[in-house]
């Protein structure tokens, strides 16, 4: 009887285990690698690929697709070669296992012909990637389309049916052979994200980590920031967190900037920010002002926990010994933690002085640079991280180890997937960093969109600069700055400016109120 209700037992508690409710609860690592897509590969298997560089591609794709858990849940890859005619070498979720799906790739052979590609690309949409038996849960549904030269029929209306069922196309081109705006039609906008070149084949190597990088982007990175005038794929935390909700609003570092004060009895705290993880590299950047405690205790400015409390990313901050702490996952130990201090040769300023900053951290698969008002402090090797887990909470501000709210003035708080922005993203919103060979053009938040405007008249007779003037026309919510004093300026063309010498400006700071307005010296 003991044995029988042993038995019972055990399958009674298995059966717990297996219901759904349990299973949501569990914590799960996500990432790149179990991001949910349905992935086809379009090669080109023309004449003038040549066997031993249709070789290299395949190598290529096998390298590329490594980085993905090729399973029923995670990512299923499709491959067509096409030349005349499409032929589908591996049909969507045929392989349920990477290294089978590896093994076919390496045995595809090529075909030889013309190069059709619009056809191929047809032929994805209407018979590779509607053949998926998972239609309703795959996530992202991404084609790359790998080709040498011109195609000689038209790629634009598949292209643009493809996109049109929400499917990404990346366009990859190799050699000297191909048309520019033929990768520009087939590939999804901006092309500077979804089209990439290589020399030739056998450098094309080159480009495995950043068509590695955009696919994670594409399967971790859902939402974008409008940045500029580009849309930067990544995670707004003043929204997503809720800051903008749960804090006070302050003036922030210059009259065009709005910041947040979290005072002791702010909690935030969210879950669901990084539903598919993190990507392998990404830019994370905050401009903040710590004064009081904030300058001295150390606290996660911002931090990523497991449901049992571990750290998965984090950023902490120590005033009392000048250090800032990044902290992320890895692949021997239970976390790996690297510690930028500030070293006085390099950097003027202080992060704890009781002034606006920002700090940046690129992270990269094997590194991470710090920069302190845009100038680099230090970079620092990593070991390889592991995915994170996904179902605890993002915090901002916390004492390290406990739940308690450390006050801190935030203005901004951003996580970009592409690591590029570390390059775009200055540091124009700091007093300090707007110096005088350097303009930095700020936008405000954007009002209403008013009514069309008059044609323009025609231009005028061009002006002789002296010294370092901008003759731009600029928009009205345009913020301008600069170290010359206003009223050493001339104004030319239909210009009214306003100005305000009381801001922060280190000089002055004007706003052009009209389209057609240069400024000279
Ligand atoms: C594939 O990866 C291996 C190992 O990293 C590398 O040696 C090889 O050059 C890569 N080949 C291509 C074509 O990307
Ligand atoms: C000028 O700057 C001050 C202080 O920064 C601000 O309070 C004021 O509103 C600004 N004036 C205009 C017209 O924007």
């Not at 040549?50 to 849940?73: E, M, P, V």
């Amino acid at each position: 009887l003991f044995y029988r209700a042993m038995l019972l037992w055990s399958v009674w508690s298995a059966m717990l285990l297996l219901t759904p409710l349990e299973a949501a609860e569990e914590d799960v690592r996500a990432g790149c690698s179990t991001a949910v897509n349905d992935l086809v590969y379009i090669i080109d298997g023309s004449w003038s690929v040549g066997f031993s560089d249709f070789d290299t591609a395949k190598q290529w794709l096998i390298n590329i697709t490594s980085q993905f858990d090729i399973s029923s849940h995670y990512t299923q890859v499709a491959v067509i070669q096409y030349s005349d005619t499409p032929r589908l070498e591996i049909p969507l979720g045929k392989h349920q296992g990477g290294a089978d799906l590896l093994q076919a790739i390496q045995s595809i052979t090529y075909l030889g012909g013309n190069t059709q590609t619009g056809r191929a690309i047809k032929f994805a949409v209407d018979h590779v990637f509607s053949s998926s038996q998972r239609a309703s849960l795959v996530k992202n549904r991404i084609a790359v389309v790998v080709t040498d030269g011109k195609s000689q029929d038209d790629v634009v209306d598949a292209s643009m049916e493809a996109r049109a069922q929400g499917i990404t196309v990346f366009a990859v081109g190799v050699g000297s052979e191909i048309t520019t705006s033929e990768l520009v039609s087939i590939a999804n906008k901006p092309s500077s994200t979804y089209v990439l070149y290589a020399e030739d084949y056998t450098t094309i190597d080159r480009i495995r980590d950043s068509m590695e990088q955009k696919l994670c982007e594409e399967s971790v990175c859902p939402t974008r920031i409008p940045v500029a005038s580009r849309d930067e794929k990544g995670f707004e935390l003043m929204v997503g967190m809720n800051i903008q909700k749960k804090a006070k609003k302050i003036p922030g570092s210059l009259v065009s900037e709005t910041a947040y004060t979290l005072t002791a009895s702010t909690d935030i705290t969210e879950s669901k920010i990084f539903p598919e993880g993190l990507p392998p590299s990404y830019v994370f950047v905050a401009t903040v002002r710590l004064k009081g405690t904030s300058s001295k205790l150390p606290f996660d400015l911002w931090r990523v926990l497991s449901k049992d409390k571990e750290v998965q990313a984090a950023v902490t901050l120590s005033g009392k010994d000048k250090a800032v702490t990044f902290t992320t996952t890895s692949m021997t130990e239970k976390e790996q933690r690297v510690i930028f201090k500030d070293a006085e040769h390099t950097v003027k300023n202080t992060l704890y002085d009781g002034k606006w900053h920002q700090l940046k951290l690129l992270v990269r698969p094997r590194q991470v640079i710090s920069f302190l008002d845009d100038q680099q402090m230090q970079e620092v090797m990593l070991d390889p991280v592991e995915p994170i887990y996904i179902n605890g909470e993002t915090q901002v501000s916390k004492r390290r180890g406990t739940d308690a709210t450390v006050p801190v003035e935030i203005q901004k708080l951003r996580l970009y997937c592409d690591p590029h922005q570390s390059e775009r993203e200055t540091a124009c919103e700091i007093y300090s960093v707007v110096r005088p060979s350097s303009i930095c053009i700020l936008s405000v938040p954007q009002g209403k969109e008013g009514k069309p405007g008059d044609p323009g008249p025609s231009g005028l007779p061009g002006i002789k600069v002296r010294g370092l003037y901008i003759l731009m026309p600029l928009n009205s919510n345009l913020w301008l700055e600069s170290t010359v004093n206003p009223r050493q300026l001339s104004l030319h063309g239909d210009c009214k400016v306003t100005l305000n010498v009381t801001s922060h400006c280190p000089g002055l700071c004007f706003r052009m109120l009209s389209s057609i307005c240069w400024l000279s010296q």
